[in-house]
């Protein structure tokens, strides 16, 4: 009887060893997929990039490299004068991401822990601004920013249009909607008897914010900060409409200074694209561990 059960036994676990979940393996594929798609353009400009312009030139992109040199680097730093727009991009991504979680939070506190009518509504109006098309509003923002004025400690033509001011501006107000978005949804998280301990304490408005909130948030904050750093850094479209001046432009435009009229050195620009990309993946890995934390954050709840 013992022989029998163990037989028995010794077949299911066969059987069991044979099921192979079908959504396993499906998603085994997909994020091997997804990966492969997004490595192979990195890699090949990665390639590109340490191989001589003329080498390219004499046999083309996609062959095997008699030569690998860092050379191209030396050259895309020093002729773009990267360095120069580098400090202009963090004039510009540094304020705005600090400027945007700033209010973001204030309006998502508000929008969740005062209870006033027009709360839905304010939170809907934040989440269709996200909805507008950039290009939809260039033409009256362009003639907006020639109108209003500015400080000239703040922009040299006093106003708006040709300002790292201005440009800092319109980031902030287009990223604005998103990030209250969701950290509303993440202040909803917190449990009320916590706010309502603080109430009893004494706590005013601002200490259950600042000492409060914020502190709970901050896996979020920091998941937006790298998402914020990563979208602001890397516009293109907002600096070369509003900026008229190319030496105040960011550092995405330092790649076009690379292209020439009739002739445009790809491993030149390869090596600066790569050199481009550092900072961000930089940001990214100093805050992976609370960016993770951000996304997860109330996944586990109720």
Known sequence: MSAATADVGSVSRQQVGRRVPIGRILSYVLMIGATVLWLVPILFALYVSLRPYAETSKLGYVSLPHKLTFSNYVNAWQESDMFHFFLNSVL???????????????????LTRV??????????????????????????????????????????????????????????????????????????TIPDE????????????????????LPLVRPALAALATLLTTWIYNDFFWAIT???TGSRRPVTSALANLQGQFVSNQNLIAAAAMIVAIPTLVVYMLLQRQFISGLTLGSTKG
């Not at 996200?130 to 003639?143: A, D, E, F, G, M």
């Not at 301990?197 to 409060?212: E, M, N, Q």
């Open 242 to 244: 509003l900026i008229e």
């Open 194 to 213: 916590m706010y309502e301990a603080a109430i009893v304490d004494g706590a005013s408005l601002w200490t259950r914010y600042w000492k409060l909130t």
């Open 92 to 110: 510009i991504t540094l304020p705005a991401v600090i400027i945007t979680l700033f209010l973001a939070s204030l309006v998502a506190f508000v």
């Open 115 to 188: 209870n006033i009518k027009i709360n839905v509504a304010m939170l809907i109006l934040f989440t269709a601004g996200n909805l507008l098309p950039q290009q939809v509003i260039i033409t009256p923002l362009y003639r907006l920013y020639l109108l209003i004025p500015l400080p000239h400690f703040l922009a040299d033509s006093g106003l708006m249009y040709n300002s790292i001011a201005g440009l800092v501006a319109i980031n902030v107000a287009f990223q604005l909607g998103f990030c209250v978005f969701v950290l509303s949804n993440f202040m909803r």
